[in-house]
């Protein structure tokens, strides 16, 4: 019953369609496509995206031009988002924002994946020795929480906007080792492993070839679903003080100065959080949604 | 012929599922019916709709399913037009229903006696826990389990899967049912332990007029217990008699087929290899034209891939779908 | 059962090893003379050299650790940089509110979350479900330091029925346990919901129903004892979580708690403060987690009654 049979044909028995690779695909655009949460966070993170790149053409004003005569003006249609304490148009500074988050959001998780990634396939695959050690240190990185990872790396590095990419990497790639191991130990074992040993290719081609694609499709779903991680560990540090510094305007930090306003001019704090929000949100609905659209591509 | 002593009769039952994929038509017109104290037997393979029957009896057939037409006509009401709370009153007391993976179907965390209990508690509130117990520790007589005040507090992970099957039964018929409804009971036993249940069931029948639908996709099983059977395919009732009668006079091709399937002790045959029908279960997405059966059917004729063939009555309560027999 | 937790104690031991080595390392290689930021201005190099000396920052680094790991075991974490207080009365002090506010906040979660699961599972795909799945994401997702801000402005600036911050009574716990507990309890309802799914798929499950009970009796009597197991597991370990997750909750309510310690710390470059204060909260998480595996042994009576 499972099997599509070609409906005119007078002999079930005839081929039954294959699942070629035209078809996971197309099965795998089908489903995101029905997912429409998904598919309207997809657009989001592309618009995102987009008024990153094009910030100095979108923003209306400059995010860093103090102007002491406008400071703490309400939302109006001269300035969106209203202004901060400095006389900076807060919608622009919002936009500007969006750049730190992205850069934040991919960059540190596509280090950590990387170096995550790499450790997992040599630990998985070499095992003994090598195997304990690194996942005795993933262990250690795992169990210290990683925001206070994060804070006392932060203290040795000091606080600006480079140091926090260098500390994210280093606190992120834990988990993704411990993935990305137990799928090599689950291939390791597979015959085209062995047929491929015995031909006498490298192992280091093994892992290259035939190990990491097979991780491929696991690791995307990781990344759409670490990126929310990192922006709100980052913005979390700035929020603490021990992040980006002013007059960068990350959002987290934008939350943090707007603090002590807050009962009198509350858009300053309250809208990069929910610049925050939608973007996280955006990026796990899009992350689940491509889950459920390669799970069954992954159980094949 | 109608109001014999009619328990149960099913007219025109069709339950489809709405899937992703277009409407899965698993129960596609099914009518039968069932006479107080008679064991009828519903046989066809694996994924021909027969525990679906089974489970629209009692509404228990779960999303993407509904039943969409029919009538399941009990004691004089229809089952179809029931809420959900009135049918929470007829599971497990008037009819009720036992499944095919004893290992499974009972709750790791609780002893076996509160289970069973359960059963008589939810339906009569008015006696005590002392007196459930008491009628479960009869019924577990009654179906034969040794030790029975002792196996109350066993857990089911301490009883063999007979055991296990004989504390199904005792649970489904605890309320005394009118009808019970047997999905593939003794699958999952080894043949010793399936006819040791058979006999139980026919022994049960006998002592206390239960009627009973037995499910399962074994001729032998059928041979042995039921009164009368039913042949399904693909969703449909392609033949349906009495049970001498079916194994004598065989009619439809599909039940020529399976009886010819079952493997033959005999030295006389010449046959070297088990038979078995050619082709596969169709997809019910897309069913053939004309009669369902017709790729695996060795008498096909041109009228086969045309038009569906409906029942024809061939006379001593034997009705058969093919038009062989027009 | 016994012999499993020492194992699972003797398992820990190396790993908070390693874990103190890691943050010694990070901590003390940092440049810069910590003497020299720690006093005030124009103070003449023989004094720094002087104290330097009395505080032994000279010897080398693997000495300096193993008398770190020796007056950690026996408590003694030093002296605070700036406070001037021995560190480990200074996190003793603070300890309780951290617990008060970790315990509350876990059930906050536990009450909202547990309930809402149970919902989402046994009305599956109604909009009830995606409502309480989509409110989880929400608390998952949303920056915790916003979502305090956002009840500030709200309860106690504009409404004005809660204090804004700190910690002298029991009505100040209430807005950081809901802020804290809020995002934990998206993660219960989450997992609830899978933990329940998953068992309801069981075919003892349509048995209960075929006996014709109610769905409520089916999913509270039959379904749920046999999906608590892992959900309890989590519960544990979020405990342990929120110990150390507080920082930030501390922080935007005030909350003299362990996290603020350490935040203050970093600001005012006290290591020796921020150094108790991590090595502290990752003893807790350890615990925490050696609890957790415990509680689950114990509940799985195929570890419980495995010689």
């Known amino acids: 019953m499972n099997m599509m049979s070609k409906i005119t044909s007078n002999d079930p028995v005839e081929e039954q369609e294959d699942y070629q690779d035209e078809n996971r695909f197309k099965e795998f655009f089908k489903s995101m496509k029905k997912n429409k949460l998904a598919a309207v966070s997809g657009i989001i993170i592309i618009l995102v995206i987009l008024m990153a790149i094009f910030a100095p053409f979108i923003a209306p004003y400059d995010p860093y031009k103090v102007d002491l005569n406008n400071q703490f003006l309400n ?27 992205l850069m934040i959001g991919l960059v540190p998780t596509l280090i950590s994946m990387i170096i995550g990634t790499v450790l997992g396939i040599i630990s998985g695959y070499y095992g003994g020795k090598i195997d304990f050690i690194i996942m005795s240190i993933v262990n250690m990185v795992l169990a210290f929480p990683s925001l206070l990872l994060a804070m006392v790396v932060m203290y040795t590095l000091g606080a600006s906007l480079i140091n926090i990419f260098i500390a994210l990497s280093i606190v992120g790639w834990g988990g993704t080792a411990r993935v990305v191991r137990a799928q090599t130990l689950s291939i390791k074992n597979k015959e085209f492993i062995e047929s491929a040993r015995a031909i006498g290719v490298k192992n280091s081609i093994i892992m290259l070839k035939h190990i990491f694609p097979n991780c491929i499709p696991q690791l995307l779903v990781l990344f759409t679903l670490n990126i929310p991680g990192s922006i709100l560990s980052e913005a979390s540090l700035s929020f603490l003080g021990v992040g980006a510094q002013p007059p960068a305007s990350s959002w987290g930090l934008m939350v943090a100065n707007g603090r002590e306003f807050l009962f009198n001019a509350p858009w300053v704090a309250i809208s990069p959080g929910i610049a925050i929000l939608i973007f996280v949100l955006a990026f796990n609905f899009f992350g689940d949604g491509l889950r459920d659209s390669i799970d069954p591509y992954l159980k094949q | 012929m109608e109001n014999r002593d009619e328990l149960l009769r099913i007219k025109n039952l069709k339950t489809y599922f709405y899937t992703d994929k277009g409407i899965v038509p698993a129960v596609d017109g099914i009518s039968l019916s069932v006479d107080k104290g008679q064991i009828i037997g519903i046989v066809g393979e694996s994924g021909c709709g027969k525990s679906i029957t089974s489970l629209s009896i009692l509404k228990l057939v779960s999303e993407p399913g509904k039943i969409v037409e029919g009538e399941i006509i009990f004691q004089g009401e229809n089952l179809v037009d ?122 049960l029948r006998d002592d206390t007029g239960t009627s009973i639908i037995m499910i399962t996709h074994n001729l032998g099983v059928v041979a042995e217990l039921c009164d009368y059977a039913y042949v399904m395919y ?74 569906e063939p409906e029942i024809i009555d061939a006379g001593n309560g034997h009705e058969v779908r093919c038009w062989k027999y027009l | 059962m016994l012999k499993y937790i020492i194992k699972r104690i003797i398992v ?284 689950y042994a114990y509940l799985d009576p195929r570890i419980k009654y495995n010689k």
């Open chain 3, 12 to 295: 820990s031991i190396p790993l908070l090893f390693g874990i103190s080595l890691l943050t010694f390392i990070l901590l003390n290689v940092v440049p810069g003379d910590p003497v020299a930021l720690m006093m005030k201005e124009h103070i003449s190099p023989d004094v720094i050299a002087h104290v330097r000396a009395q505080m032994k920052l000279d010897d080398p680094a693997y000495i300096r650790f193993l008398r770190f790991i020796f007056n950690a075991c026996k408590g003694d974490f030093g002296i605070s940089y700036k406070l001037n207080r021995p560190v480990s009365s200074l996190l003793i002090d603070a300890f309780p509110n951290t617990l008060i506010l970790a315990v509350s906040a876990a059930i906050v979660s536990w009450i909202i979350g547990i309930p809402a699961g149970i919902l989402s599972a046994v009305k599956r795909n109604s909009f009830l479900d995606n409502s309480v799945m989509g409110f989880s994401l929400l608390g998952v997702s949303m920056p915790v330091f916003w979502a305090g801000l956002i009840f500030q402005y709200i309860f106690a600036l504009k409404l004005g029925i809660l204090p804004v911050s700190g910690f002298d009574g029991p009505e100040y716990v209430v807005l950081p346990a809901i802020v804290l507990g809020w995002s934990s309890a998206g993660t219960i309802a989450r997992l609830t919901r899978s933990c329940l799914l998953e068992v309801m798929r069981n075919d003892y499950i349509r048995t209960a129903r075929a006996k014709g009970l109610r769905e409520v009796k089916v999913v509270i009597g039959h379904a749920l004892k046999n999906s608590m197991l892992p959900v309890v597991t989590v519960m544990a370990l979020q405990v342990a979580g929120l110990l150390s997750g507080s920082v930030i909750t501390e922080s935007v309510f005030g909350i003299p708690g362990i996290g603020r310690i350490a935040v203050n710390a970093i600001q005012t470059r006290d290591m020796p403060l921020l150094q108790g204060a991590v090595m502290f909260e990752i003893t807790l998480v350890i615990i925490g987690n050696l609890v957790a595996d415990i509680l």
């Open chain 2, 234 to 307: 693909a969703g449909k009732i392609m033949e349906h008699a009495e049970i001498f009668e079916l194994f004598k006079n065989p009619m439809h091709p599909y039940t020529i087929g399976l009886l010819k399937s079952i493997p033959q002790r005999n030295e006389n045959i010449e046959r070297k290899r088990l038979y078995s029908i050619k082709g596969m279960v169709p997809n019910l997405l897309a069913l053939p034209k004309g009669c369902r059966f017709r790729p695996r059917c060795d008498d096909a004729m041109e009228i086969c891939s045309e038009k």
């Open chain 1, 75 to 101: 939302p109006s249609m001269k300035y969106w988002i209203g202004t901060d304490m400095y006389g900076r148009d807060v919608l622009s500074r919002i936009i500007y924002g969006a750049r730190i988050s």
């Open chain 2, 82 to 203: 029931k809420s959900i709370n009135e049918m929470h009153k007829i599971r497990g007391n008037s009819i009720s229903m036992i499944f095919q993976e004893p290992m499974t179907s009972l709750n790791p965390v609780y002893t076996i006696g509160k289970q069973v209990a359960e059963a008589i508690l939810i339906h009569k509130k008015d006696i005590t826990k002392a007196e459930a117990k008491k009628k479960v520790i009869e019924m577990f007589t009654l179906v034969g389990i040794p030790e029975p005040e002792k196996r109350f507090n066993a857990y089911p992970h301490q009883l063999s899967g007979g055991l296990r099957q004989r504390v199904m039964i005792a649970m489904a018929l605890i309320c005394r049912s009118k009808l019970l409804i047997a999905d593939e009971p003794t699958t999952a036993l080894d043949v010793t332990i399936e006819a040791q249940i058979l006999d139980l069931m026919k022994k």
